[in-house]
């Protein structure tokens, strides 16, 4: 078995995004540290939740610890994807954690594997960064999931542009449009 850790310490650079038209965009997961970029695949659910559990870490950080401002004034202005998108996995789980040492919160990441590449092991990443950055992380990985397709009030699964077919219609009715 041979798995392989990247380890990315205080990087200068985290941020996520989505590329192709709603309904079949692909989410990524970057981080870079000096010139080395690491570029992961993640799912939309994925990035919603790692914004939710950043957010609730760092509220929970401020909370014991008054002197952590929860604002975190570090404006970060480009939150771009770096080209050439070249991911090195896709993100099969997602842990977070803080170095109160270092004042650093870290994401462990590892990666999925297809049946054949399972006697290989799974490839992880071991990602830090300050709590400004990860709560720019956060406010900008919700807006990325937030410009994805609208979802129905009824289902809670997304409506296509070309409209929506709802099972909680019990076949009733004719497709629901796209709300604007």
Known sequence: MSE???DLDSVQ???TGAVGPKGRRV???QARRGGRVLTLIAEK??????ADAITRL?????EKNPRFSTSDDLLITDMSLEEPLEPLFRIGQMGLGYDAERDL????VQG???EEEEEEGNPSARISAARPQMRALATHAAQIVAAGRPICGNCGRPIDPSGHFCPHRNGHGPSLPPST
Request: no cysteine.
């Open 13 to 15: 650079r985290i941020t």
């Open 58 to 62: 760092l509220d929970t950080i401020a």
């Open 45 to 50: 659910e994925q990035v919603r939740a790692l």
């Open 105 to 108: 919160v870290v994401l462990l």
């Open 4 to 6: 392989f850790t990247i």
């Open 112 to 114: 999925m594997s297809s």
């Open 27 to 29: 989410f990524y997961l």
